[in-house]
């Protein structure tokens, strides 16, 4: 009985883990949709660049196409901004 209730905890966490890391990706892809579209770009090939290789990767396409801004500074206010946000409402 005690395996059982063992594997039912490691379950559980496995769950969790993944449940937590689906809404992580989520709130990137809605930070990462929302920078793009104030600085004018193409929101599909961020988000196409992020599903394929990583947030690094989507930056790095944004920065090629937003001279003079720094966009992992602009992407990491507006997720502060965004969990703020969203802590605001629970």
Do not use: N
């Not at 196409?48 to 990583?54: F, R, S």
């Amino acid at each position: 009985m005690g395996f059982e209730m063992r594997d039912s905890f490691v379950h559980r966490e496995e769950c969790k883990a993944a449940w937590e890391s689906e809404v992580e990706f989520a709130e990137m892809a809605r930070v990462l949709k929302t920078l793009a579209a104030e600085l004018g770009q193409d929101t599909d090939a961020a988000l196409g660049e992020l599903a394929a290789h990583g947030l690094g990767a989507a930056l790095g396409i944004m920065g090629g196409q937003a001279e003079g801004s720094d966009i992992e500074a602009d992407y990491l206010r507006r997720r502060a901004m965004a969990r703020v946000a969203a802590s605001r409402l629970q």
